[in-house]
């Protein structure tokens, strides 16, 4: 049965969070209706903007026990060519400072009433992220510092979301990137952030230093092919002072490795992962004045990405297997395993989870998140159905 917007707002104290958040109350009944401005049944129970709201991010969430507010963490605008970008960008600041950009899932950690939650960047609590937040983050910084947000990637090869293994990282690692206001969702500077979180024992992404504006563009490249090497991502170039927003810039390698994962379930990430990336291949060619042997190189490697991975999926298909992905979460409580199945429920994820092993004093568990639309499309054109 569809729900009125009263059945909601009745759980919000709406001028409360208008004078909160500084913005009309009209705002937030108006985002209720839309359903921008959504209720989440979990624990905690909390509201989330899905988007953007006058000026308040997507992602930012409102807790209803203690209206604690954690804003979302704002959209990093992509640099396809170094230059002249870099130069029109940050052309108020004398340098930028150049830090990895981690391939793992967005994470925000922070301190809500008396207990640390970890939020995804749509502004859900991950009950398993939470649980690693809590033991690799030191209560010490919340208690020291109960209005800042720890903004970082969770890395590493127990993540459901994107598992990676190349960072040397055993289980699942927070790797700090930036720390802001709860309430305001302003930035700290770079190496105040970094001294700060140091003090803490907190891992950073690792720094690479600071450029003059004017020469980055010559720099900056050597670092992602050193990074490309190793399949890491990419790099964000940030005013040292976090007045002007950050730009991210990335390897190719990541780009086609991106590739190769959305076409594998081509019909469910296909199409939002295509355009893009084939668009970053061709201007940083251009910008890295490539021969033709490297640019042969870069159109195989492109090639390859989108084409056999989906064809390993048609013959998994064609041989009777449906479409999934294993991925593996490690837990020291079962607790947290009934809970993260139940939040992957709530956001419409099909997942199988198997029984959990015993390794030493945790619980591994293995998952398979099932592709019901690349098996559904893919059976279909195989039994003689149409493309469209």
């Excluded at 049944?41 to 308040?56: A, G, H």
């Excluded at 640390?116 to 919340?142: H, Q």
């Excluded at 001294?195 to 230093?209: A, C, P, T, W």
């Amino acid at each position: 049965m569809r729900r009125d917007v009263s059945d909601f707002s009745n759980r919000l104290d709406i001028d409360k969070l208008s004078e909160l958040l500084d913005i009309p109350e009209h705002r937030i009944t108006g985002a209720l209706k839309r359903k921008t401005l959504q209720y989440v049944r979990l624990n905690p129970e909390l509201f989330r903007f899905d988007k953007p709201v006058s000026t308040i991010e997507g992602g930012t969430s409102v807790f209803i026990d203690t209206y604690d507010v954690v804003r979302g963490f704002p959209k990093i605008s992509r640099t396809l060519m170094l230059d002249p970008a870099l130069r029109q960008h940050f052309s108020s600041c004398q340098k930028v400072a150049v830090e990895e950009k981690m391939n793992g899932y967005n994470t925000r950690i922070a301190l809500v009433g008396d207990a640390v939650f970890a939020l995804t960047r749509g502004g859900f609590v991950c009950p398993y992220t939470t649980e690693k937040a809590r033991l690799l983050i030191p209560m010490g910084f919340f208690s020291d510092h109960p209005d800042l947000v720890l903004c970082g990637e969770m890395v590493g090869p127990d993540s459901p979301y994107v598992p990676k293994s190349f960072y040397g990282v055993e289980s699942l690692e927070f790797f700090a990137f930036d720390v802001r206001e709860k309430l305001t969702g302003k930035p700290m500077p770079v190496m105040k952030r970094r001294e700060l979180l140091d003090g803490y024992g907190i891992k950073s992404v690792r720094f690479f230093g600071e450029f003059d504006v004017d020469k980055a563009h010559l720099g900056i490249p050597r670092i992602i092919r050193e990074l490309g090497s190793s399949m890491h991502e990419g790099v964000v170039i940030k005013d040292p002072d976090m007045v002007v927003a950050p730009v991210k810039y990335t390897s190719s390698e990541s780009n086609c490795s991106d590739l190769e994962y959305a076409f594998e379930f081509y019909n469910d990430y296909g199409r939002d992962f295509f355009f893009g990336r084939v668009c970053r291949e061709a201007f940083q060619a251009v910008e890295w004045n490539e021969d033709d042997e490297s640019l042969e190189k870069r159109c195989l490697q492109l090639g390859k990405s989108i084409l056999l991975p989906m064809i390993q999926t048609i013959k998994k298909r064609k041989a009777g297997e449906r479409i999934a992905e294993d991925v593996r979460i490690r837990v020291q409580s079962l607790d947290t395993v009934t809970a993260f199945e139940e939040y992957l429920g709530i956001l419409g994820v099909d997942a199988v989870f198997g029984e959990p092993e015993k390794v030493g004093d945790e619980y591994l568990v293995r998952i398979r998140k099932m592709y019901k639309s690349t098996s559904d499309k893919t059976a279909s054109i195989l039994n003689g159905g149409m493309w469209s």
